[in-house]
């Protein structure tokens, strides 16, 4: 078994009591009047139960079952976004179809406060810690916050080659992916696309920007390739080196305890899966201008990334989140127009096609949410206790959510240089 590292956040104290004080009473009236007027103008269903009984607010649609409004508001009106989360995860709320209730107001993020509030946003929205701002110095404690929780369990809820990323199902007759399609086989299909992306064959010097556990390493390896893999999880290096040796490529396959910052060589493709979301905004051109240094002439360049839409990324790029907080400190979503104009600024690599895969990464986080619950005993067997478990659970759907709703996207993009 591996270690599983916790934080204070894990040790779930800070959630024993419900923020207090009059200061908190004044922002939990305004979450109120603001969460009440927004959820009204919805498909969805809000119970707000009470000593007196219930209160039904909603066009109808998914269900919210609020069960201690006053926590949710205090938690809503002192940490926003921050406190529903956690609100979630006290229990002071409950939602049987979580993916499908958050998914609605997620589509409608831009029009849920009202404009005057909006403007007030930088003044009471938690900025990110500096410590979590993706220097050279943070970046590996961030990485094993989240990657270095236990290799035990990823694998109860991720398919047999261990990708955490997402798959490419097959389709159906309109286009989208075919609900229970076989998990296993759409990770190796989009390992394949970016491969053959990259054009990468037969002795390829292929860089890998972030390991995970080794598969598509692996997959590179039996196109012919070389490969030099770099990652910041030591528990994701361990497993990796360990197929490799299994697989007999070592020869081929080199696994490395690296800062992409640190990348030497030089590198007929490069690849990274899912990544750059952990560098953070103010890193994005040191990123791309490490690949642009080790990119050999003619190269090529393929890079799969989460998105979100140009202009809530330059609003929420400071924000401090419940996901940045609970479960990837220090990530931030890029837009796609960022990337392609952070690399025409800062280097010679520009982009020259992408593909949408949004709706499989609903898919594919719905088999993952379903594994995870499935294997709730041996989760906790591991040492992970029923908090734990439901942080998981709202984290999986949470994402589900905005994938299903399209206010996030994942991009498989290519990129090659200026005269290549």
Known sequence: MTTIHTTPEQRWDHLASVPGGPR??????AAKAVFTAAMSRLDVTVEL????????????????????????????GRDQSIGFGEAYLTGAWEAEDLAGFLAVPAAHLRELVPGPLQLLRGAVMTRIPHEDRGDAADTRRNIAHHYDL??????????????????????????RPIAGDDLQAAQERKIDALLDLADVGPGTRLLEIG???????????????????????????????????????????AIELCDYRAVAGTYDAVVSVEMVEAVGWRHWATYL?????????????????????????????????????????????????????????????????????????????RQWDARFGSNATQVEALGFDAMFRRMWHFYLEYSRAGFLSGYIDDHQLLFTREDG
């Open 150 to 175: 236990s290799n035990d369990l990823f694998e109860l809820f991720l398919d047999p080659t261990m990708t955490y990323s997402c798959g490419w199902f097959r389709a159906d007759a309109a286009g």
């Open 24 to 29: 908190t009473a004044l922002a939990a009236q």
């Open 211 to 253: 390991t995970g556990w080794g598969a598509l390493a692996l997959r590179a390896a039996a196109r012919g390739a070389t490969v030099h893999s770099v990652t910041l999880s030591e528990e994701q290096a361990a497993w990796a080196r360990r197929r490799v040796a299994d697989a007999g490529v070592a020869d081929r396959v």
């Open 289 to 365: 201008q490490t690949i642009d240094r080790v990119l050999a002439p003619g190269g090529r360049v393929a890079i799969q990334s989460i998105t979100m839409p140009h202009d809530r990324m330059l609003a929420t790029r400071d924000t401090h989140t419940w996901m940045t907080k609970y479960i990837f400190p220090g990530g931030f979503l890029p837009s796609v127009r960022a990337l392609e104009e952070t690399a025409r600024d800062h280097t010679a690599l520009r982009l020259r096609s992408t593909t949408a895969l949004g709706a499989h990464y609903a898919e594919t986080l």
């Open 49 to 76: 139960h009470s000593p007196s009984g219930v209160r039904t607010i909603g066009r109808g649609g998914p269900v919210m079952t609020v069960l201690r409004p006053q926590e949710l508001f205090a938690r809503l």
